[in-house]
């Protein structure tokens, strides 16, 4: 057999690896589990996790940090359930009438999950979900009369299966195959083999032949056998070391199927040991530590300062290894009104967004604009000359940078000379109000994150007088709904204003509410997420510019309370599973000092959060 790599492109990505991790066979530092159709998850150290709400629990996985389990219920919906909360279950995915489901995965460090389907009358497929949100779902196997089950996924988010044909009321038959799904393809790795599952690596694959586990290795095609006679096996699962697995063993005449560890690498055999206990469709609750990052200044400047250096490398040093601005944008530092489309704009222009006062360049900041960019490089201006004085262009020129200004007669032309530089034709256009900024400042890290360099979509924001529209955005807005743009509101005012065109509104009770619908619309594929106070601007304006350049929501929080606020609790456990990192931007007076610690546990599995202040490449 040819390599399987001649012909199947597979991603490779090491598996981070746990505080306690061994990889001897011995050792055990994840933690084995299984489920069975109960509403109970059981541990091998003898703990169970039951659903207090009665749900059943088939075919459970555990996301990449062990914080949530995925399983299919007894209607066929998937649901997700906190390791440490048995009243914390989420509806990933609503059922459908006459549809089954099983297996579901998760797919990278996302939210995304992937599962097999099967319609009534039709052959089973291979769905998975755009969000956890419920609703939106699509097939990513060929519509070509096949059967496709058993999926799994590797850390780069390569997806695994089992193909059969149909005996043409949809039901499998015939010889197995698996191979790897891509875009709708199938790419054959292994004949008369089922039930794959992929190591964390991607290197290996283990699988089910004629009631015994195998493994391939993606880079020589080698096969090898590696269990013994004397016992049937069936639904292997990798372990998060990546070198042994679980699985079910059958011993003739024994009434039910235990669950064993496996060596599923290379082709060492008879290394069964028995995991006591456990009984169901075994899975490895992973024990990685996610983290909670603090990034902050002395003072606003110093936090947007902060901000840059988390990200941006300094422009001639061959070691850093962080990125390289393209631009700066410059706001003031005094009022918002210039400065809310300046996080879509610094994303976009790939850059941070720095402060200064109206009438001189800010010493801590100047230096900053010369670490990130080269002579001739950049640097954005928002507003006139009122907001930003030629005293500050004079001195930003002087340190050897281009300047362009951004401005308008007022803040709401000034957005669409801002908007105009992102694009002038953007596929999407956010519009909240002009006289408050927290829903501009949710939007402008939307926006931004649909612009960066490298996507294939565009998005801006721009300003209304409250529930009143400007002259200048309505000729706008005529002009962009004309050509095809999709007009979103943020905010109730924002959805008052633009209420004769065709919209999508985003409009909380409040600022919180606002920016959380905002955030799960946008955002959800995971990563990072930040926090920032929803009672003042400067550190979320910031803060917002480098969330949208890591593609992460920007949540608010009331940041004088010892508590998070409730909407960023929320969304911060819905998307545990997903998220490895969360900013929170400002000093303890800006962001109270529990707060990170709250939402550091919230984000985390059993493993926990570190704590951290500035210092750390986020990326």
Known sequence: MAPVLATVAVAFAVAPTPATASTGLNANPFAPTASNGSSSITFADGRVLTSSAGEKINYASWSPDGSRAAFVNQEGAILTLR????????????PETDTQRRDPQWIRRTDELVWAAKPLGRPWRLEHTLNLNGIETDAITPDDGWNYTNPDSDNAGTIVAQRQQSDG???PTGVPAIGVVTSQR????????????????GRWVAFVRDGHLWNINLYSGLENRVTPDGASYDNPHFAPGGDFAMANQRVEGSASPSVVRVYAVGGMQDKVYPLDGLSGVPAYQPQLRDRTVRVAGQDRFGTAVAASQSHWGKYDDPADVRPRAGAVVLSRSDTYADALGGSA?????KGPLLLTPPTALQPQTADEIRRVLPAGGTVYLLGSEGALSNTVRTAVEGLGFTVVRLAGADRFATSIAIANAID???EQVLVATGMNFPDALAAGAAAGSRSRPGTDTSAVVVLTNDDKLPSGTRTYLDARAAGGSQLIAVGKQAATAIDPYLTINFAGQDRFETAHAVNVHFFGRGGTVGLATGMNWPDALAGGALMATLNGPLML???TQDTLHPKAKEYADLLSGAVDTAVVFGSAGVVSEPQPVELGSWISGPMGSSMATNGTYLK
């Open 83 to 94: 390791h440490d909360d048995p009243d914390d279950v989420h509806k990933a995915v609503w």
């Open 169 to 171: 009321s949809g039901k």
């Open 186 to 201: 199938f790419e054959e790795i292994a004949t008369n083999a089922s039930n794959p599952t992929i190591s964390p690596d």
């Open 345 to 349: 704009l610094a994303a976009a222009k």
């Open 424 to 426: 002038p034709t953007p």
């Open 557 to 559: 929080t009331v940041g």
